[in-house]
């Protein structure tokens, strides 16, 4: 059995012979109690140079510098290593060749029967590891000097907890503390009592860690109190492992720099009311020329009509109301226009499919531009439906294919087109409209085109290129306006000499189901009631003498009232009202929709029809009307009005 032991024994020591052999990241090698070498494996020579044969017996200290050997390093190391069981170190050892490598060295004590019976020696070259330690120092270093040159910027570190560990010479300018005065503190210091009452310090670390950065603006307290409007980052810092250490934080003085934008801006809004004044100047310049044509001409008919009345001429007659009522209907219009320029006109938006309008004004638009002028149309298969005003629409496409026609007077081509848009956030950003679904309906023409500071001012009001007399310039402003109330965009794609594009882009309407027409702008014959009583609410006299007249001839009775508050005590007398028509505007501190909601409250679900010169959105709910409302714009044929109110009564 001892045999078998010894046997196994030697068999074990040449196993790990073998093993050391093979390790050649490492010199593994053995000293006798003087120093000298025993043993030497395959990393001892790849590292130091020496073969086996040229090493052993020769004593270690010829791997250390002439410094060394000369301070006693070899020596001190042995010793230390005998008496505490181990010496490790780092430091330069010279290879055979002279040059040197920067080591890793641990030696143990071998001891046998309690003796001291010699060393295990392992060194490791660690110069590669060494010399990216130093790099990342100097860069450390470097760093540091540079962050602490920086002035412009507050630089400095936080621990977990948001306490300052360091300070950059930026900081203590930007903020007034010392690196002294504040190392230590929790950087909630710099906030507000505000924000600290609010928790923003905490949520600010939090947002940090859980992002990797926060970043954000806002007023910062300094050392004397003052407080300045800064931007802010924080970055988290993480170990290799992912655990939090600390957070890199930056801070921007933008005091100046906002001071300056609130300076811009309340020049912008100068500027922009200088603008204002300018264009409230042209408007009512071009206003009162219009208009002045206009009751001139109604004026006129009138004179005429009565002085032919006079002297018997009554067959004259209709020719004076046919020119009265034609220049009346053409004030109408450009009322519109004014409205829609400046969005203020109600809207009846419906679910409208623009292929079905623009196949159904085809005819129409043919006869307007004349024989000259060859139009093709583009619709695109599978158009989505849209949400808007149908006749205004179509007063739109009508008034862009006129100036289409007029651009060409040699004659050329028009091209009406749709198609279905996506809109992203970043065009939408560009063209100030909101990201998402669009129709787009487009008229194309081959005509003149257009220069850049005529469409800088295209949807200017009043503002025309047309000869005096040939147009108002209320044409694309009208466009505009109702494109922008129905919340879509226009936009004016031309190059002088070749034509222009004009495009609507109207949002899509999500509902299932087919368009519904718009009303036919038309006028219609007085429609015969069925009985039933109307309240009329307006301040003018004439305007409530012709509507009650009107309806007594269709066979409603009807009751005045010169304002809300007489309306009110109407409604509350307890007769039973069928419809209230009430004008939008009245005076006495109740306007038309505040008497239509108090009318609600009394009579649930009573009918309303509002009559309006000026169409206050703010009044009939922001330009769209609540069920069981209807909305009729003045001027009007009081035919028409007799029409509306039996398709009120009569349908719902």
Same mark, same amino acid.
């Given at each position: 059995?001892?045999?078998?032991?010894?046997?196994?024994?030697?068999?074990?020591?040449?196993?790990?012979?073998?093993?050391?052999?093979?390790?050649?990241?490492?010199?593994?090698?053995?000293?006798?109690?003087?120093?000298?070498?025993? *043993?030497?494996?395959?990393?001892?020579?790849?590292?130091?140079?020496?073969?086996?044969?040229?090493? /052993?017996?020769?004593?270690?200290?010829?791997?250390?510098?002439?410094?060394?050997?000369?301070?006693?390093?070899?020596?001190?190391?042995?010793?230390?290593?005998?008496?505490?069981?181990?010496?490790?170190?780092?430091?330069?050892?010279?290879?055979?060749?002279?040059?040197?490598?920067?080591?890793?060295?641990?030696?143990?004590?071998?001891?046998?029967?309690?003796?001291?019976?010699?060393?295990a020696k392992v060194t490791r070259d660690i110069t590669h590891h060494r010399e990216m330690?130093?790099?990342?120092?100097?860069?450390?270093?470097?760093?540091?000097?540079?962050?602490?040159?920086? @002035?412009?910027?507050?630089?400095? =570190?936080?621990?977990?907890?948001?306490?300052?560990?360091?300070?950059?010479?930026?900081?203590?300018?930007?903020?007034?503390?010392?690196?002294?005065?504040?190392?230590?503190?929790?950087?909630?210091?710099?906030?507000?009592?505000?924000?600290?009452?609010?928790?923003?310090?905490?949520?600010?670390?939090?947002?940090?860690?859980?992002?990797?950065?926060?970043?954000?603006?806002?007023?910062?307290?300094?050392?004397?109190?003052?407080?300045?409007?800064?931007?802010? +980052?924080?970055?988290? /810092?993480?170990?290799?492992?992912?655990?939090?250490?600390?957070?890199?934080?930056?801070?921007?003085?933008? @005091?100046?720099?906002?001071?300056?934008?609130?300076?811009?801006?309340?020049?912008?809004?100068?500027?922009?009311?200088?603008?204002?004044?300018?264009?409230?100047?042209?408007?009512?310049?071009?206003?009162?020329?219009?208009?002045?044509?206009?009751?001139?001409?109604?004026?006129?008919?009138?004179?005429?009509?009565?002085?032919?009345?006079?002297?018997?001429?009554?067959?004259?007659?209709?020719?004076? +109301?046919?020119?009265?009522?034609?220049?009346?209907?053409?004030?109408?219009?450009?009322?519109?226009?004014?409205?829609? %320029?400046?969005?203020?006109?109600?809207?009846?938006?419906?679910?409208?499919?623009? $292929?079905?309008?623009?196949?159904?004004?085809?005819?129409?638009?043919?006869?307007? /531009?004349?024989?000259? /002028?060859?139009?093709?149309?583009?619709?695109?298969?599978?158009?989505?439906?849209?949400?808007?005003?149908?006749?205004?629409?179509?007063?739109?496409?009508?008034?862009?294919?006129?100036?289409?026609?007029?651009?060409?007077?040699?004659?050329?081509?028009?091209?009406?087109?749709?198609?279905?848009?996506?809109?992203?956030?970043?065009?939408?950003?560009?063209?100030? =409209?909101?990201?998402?679904?669009?129709?787009?309906?487009?008229?194309?023409?081959?005509?003149?085109?257009?220069?850049?500071?005529?469409?800088?001012?295209?949807?200017?009001?009043?503002?025309?290129?047309?000869?005096?007399?040939?147009?108002?310039?209320?044409?694309?402003? =009208?466009?505009?306006?109702?494109?922008?109330?129905?919340?879509?965009?226009?936009?004016?794609?031309?190059?002088?000499?070749?034509? @222009?594009?004009?495009?609507?882009?109207?949002?899509?309407?999500?509902?299932?189901?087919?368009?519904?027409?718009?009303?036919?702008?038309?006028?219609?014959?007085?429609?015969?009631?069925?009985?039933?009583?109307?309240?009329?609410?307006?301040?003018?006299?004439?305007?409530?003498?012709?509507?009650?007249?009107?309806?007594?001839? *269709?066979?409603?009775?009807? +009751?005045?009232?010169? $304002?809300?508050?007489?309306?009110?005590?109407?409604?509350?007398?307890?007769?039973?009202?069928?419809?209230?028509?009430?004008?939008?505007?009245?005076?006495?501190?109740?306007?038309?929709?505040?008497?239509?909601?108090?009318?609600?409250?009394?009579?649930?679900?009573?009918?309303?029809? %509002?009559?309006?010169?000026?169409?206050? $959105?703010?009044?009939?709910?922001?330009?769209?009307?609540?069920?069981?409302?209807?909305?009729?714009?003045?001027? %009007?044929? =009081?035919?028409?009005?007799?029409?509306?109110?039996?398709?009120?009564?009569?349908?719902?």
């Amino acid at each position: 059995m001892p045999n078998n032991d010894h046997r196994n024994l030697k068999l074990s020591q040449t196993a790990a012979e073998q093993l050391v052999q093979s390790v050649v990241d490492y010199a593994i090698f053995m000293l006798d109690t003087d120093g000298r070498i025993q *043993s030497w494996n395959t990393g001892a020579e790849r590292i130091k140079g020496y073969t086996a044969g040229e090493i /052993i017996g020769e004593h270690f200290s010829r791997f250390y510098t002439e410094e060394d050997r000369a301070a006693g390093v070899p020596e001190v190391a042995l010793k230390q290593a005998a008496e505490e069981g181990r010496f490790h170190a780092e430091g330069w050892r010279v290879r055979k060749d002279g040059r040197r490598f920067w080591a890793m060295v641990v030696i143990d004590p071998i001891f046998e029967n309690g003796k001291l019976a010699g060393f295990a020696k392992v060194t490791r070259d660690i110069t590669h590891h060494r010399e990216m330690q130093l790099a990342a120092l100097e860069g450390e270093r470097r760093f540091r000097l540079l962050v602490q040159g920086v @002035t412009d910027y507050a630089i400095y =570190m936080l621990d977990p907890e948001g306490k300052i560990t360091n300070w950059n010479t930026g900081a203590e300018r930007i903020k007034g503390y010392s690196a002294a005065e504040i190392l230590g503190q929790h950087f909630s210091t710099f906030y507000t009592i505000e924000d600290r009452e609010a928790g923003l310090p905490q949520r600010v670390l939090e947002a940090a860690a859980r992002e990797g950065r926060y970043e954000a603006e806002g007023w910062r307290v300094r050392k004397n109190g003052t407080q300045f409007w800064a931007n802010v +980052i924080v970055d988290a /810092i993480r170990d290799d492992s992912g655990q939090l250490v600390g957070f890199a934080k930056v801070t921007r003085d933008l @005091t100046e720099r906002m001071e300056i934008q609130r300076q811009l801006e309340q020049s912008r809004e100068q500027l922009f009311q200088a603008q204002k004044m300018e264009a409230i100047g042209q408007l009512t310049g071009g206003l009162a020329h219009d208009f002045n044509n206009l009751l001139t001409g109604i004026s006129g008919s009138l004179d005429l009509l009565k002085t032919r009345l006079a002297q018997g001429r009554v067959d004259e007659l209709p020719r004076y +109301i046919t020119s009265a009522q034609g220049a009346a209907k053409r004030a109408a219009a450009l009322t519109h226009r004014l409205l829609a %320029f400046a969005r203020r006109q109600t809207l009846d938006p419906k679910p409208t499919n623009a $292929n079905d309008l623009v196949t159904g004004m085809e005819e129409m638009i043919r006869r307007t /531009i004349g024989p000259t /002028i060859e139009m093709e149309t583009a619709l695109a298969i599978g158009l989505w439906t849209t949400i808007c005003d149908a006749n205004q629409l179509e007063n739109a496409i009508l008034n862009l294919c006129i100036n289409a026609k007029d651009a060409m007077p040699d004659g050329g081509r028009i091209t009406i087109e749709t198609a279905n848009k996506w809109v992203d956030d970043q065009i939408a950003k560009e063209r100030d =409209m909101r990201p998402g679904q669009y129709i787009q309906v487009s008229v194309s023409d081959t005509g003149t085109g257009m220069p850049p500071d005529v469409v800088a001012r295209a949807f200017d009001p009043f503002f025309t290129t047309k000869p005096t007399g040939e147009g108002t310039g209320l044409g694309l402003s =009208m466009i505009y306006g109702f494109v922008r109330q129905s919340n879509g965009q226009v936009r004016i794609y031309t190059e002088v000499g070749k034509g @222009t594009t004009v495009a609507m882009y109207l949002p899509r309407h999500w509902l299932s189901g087919k368009a519904e027409e718009g009303e036919k702008m038309v006028d219609e014959p007085a429609h015969q009631g069925s009985g039933g009583t109307v309240l009329v609410v307006d301040d003018e006299p004439l305007i409530r003498m012709l509507i009650c007249e009107v309806l007594s001839d *269709s066979g409603y009775r009807t +009751i005045e009232a010169g $304002n809300g508050a007489t309306g009110l005590q109407a409604l509350r007398a307890g007769e039973a009202i069928d419809l209230l028509i009430t004008d939008v505007g009245l005076p006495g501190g109740m306007n038309g929709r505040q008497l239509a909601d108090a009318a609600r409250e009394i009579h649930a679900g009573l009918k309303i029809l %509002f009559i309006t010169g000026y169409a206050e $959105n703010a009044a009939v709910g922001n330009g769209h009307l609540a069920p069981g409302m209807h909305v009729l714009t003045k001027p %009007f044929v =009081m035919e028409k009005l007799a029409a509306k109110v039996t398709e009120i009564l009569q349908n719902e």
